[in-house]
């Protein structure tokens, strides 16, 4: 009698519904980050004033006109805080998107290569890895001043080693386990192997370490914006306006929290959301 061992990717699994009347995280995570997305990505559409035009005294308490109050300059906090949250949203997506495509690329090329060829890979993404996040983020930005694609290839370069050496673990579970032995030993071409067993059965890592790159592209072009990196300018930024109006948190909160409670509530959600959803592709692939 013949063994047929078949990949996990292959098996279908019937996901368990969680419990009757309680909030589901997923729901949650996802509504919270859908809004917040489309807010940093329309706002600029939805701003009742010009987000960099002077309009009033400096921190004026909220009112009928402006409805977070003005901040440093007397800017309207509504109109910066709708304008603010584009640049940082696409700039951590794309730094998100290059550094994933890097680590895929890189860690499934280390775990399918040669013993001697993966471990040189590896040596040199370590390399890359020893460099502070924020040092590579502050050469680069402050080499090109203004340039979205230096702060772009800056996140993608700070964050890609730790991407690569996820999936090359991953990608090396995947290549030890008896199924892809014996698709080998059946005659499957290397690329094949790839495409039907070990990207698939590396969608739930993957898909977890994007969220977790998300959240620290996040971070590091939140970063940028508050030292004074990337766009510059009147242009808003949601951390540079944490950085502009925390001396004057005393006197006018919301130019301060708006902006800083924005970033912290996309991180979070972004990080439960892809989460839950890493999950549900584990188990699917178990």
Not at 100 to 121: E, H, K, N, W
Not at 206 to 211: E, S
Request: glycine residues 12%; contains cysteine.
């Amino acid at each position: 009698m013949t063994t047929v061992l078949t990949p996990p990717g292959r098996r279908a699994r019937i996901a368990r519904p969680g419990p009757a009347g309680r909030p589901r995280p997923p729901l949650l995570a996802g509504l919270g980050t859908g809004l917040i997305l489309l807010l940093a990505l329309l706002g600029p559409l939805a701003a009742p004033h010009s987000p960099t035009e002077q309009l009033a005294a400096p921190f004026q308490q909220p009112d009928g006109r402006f409805l977070l109050g003005t901040d440093v300059l007397g800017r309207d906090v509504t109109s910066r805080v709708l304008s603010g949250g584009r640049t940082i949203v696409l700039t951590a997506l794309a730094g998100t998107a290059a550094a994933g495509a890097v680590g895929v690329t890189a860690g499934v090329l280390a775990a399918m290569a040669s013993r001697r060829l993966g471990d040189l890979l590896l040596r040199c993404v370590d390399a890359l890895a020893v460099l502070p996040a924020l040092l590579v983020v502050l050469v680069l930005a402050a080499g090109f001043p203004g340039s979205d694609t230096a702060l772009v290839a800056a996140v993608a370069l700070a964050t890609a080693p730790f991407s690569t050496r996820v999936l090359r673990a991953a990608a090396d579970t995947v290549l030890s386990s008896g199924y892809v032995e014996a698709a080998l030993a059946r005659g499957d071409t290397r690329r094949a192997v790839l495409r039907h067993d070990v990207l698939p059965n590396i969608a739930g890592p993957a898909l977890m370490d994007t969220a977790l790159r998300l959240v620290a592209s996040l971070h590091l072009t939140a970063t940028a914006g508050f030292l004074g990196l990337g766009p510059g300018g009147a242009a808003p930024d949601w951390g540079r306006m944490v950085s502009e109006n925390a001396p004057g948190a005393t006197l006018a909160a919301t130019p301060f929290l708006a902006p800083a409670l924005l970033l912290v509530l996309l991180s979070v959600c972004v990080g439960l959301l892809a989460g839950r959803l890493a999950d549900l592709v584990g188990r699917g692939s178990a």
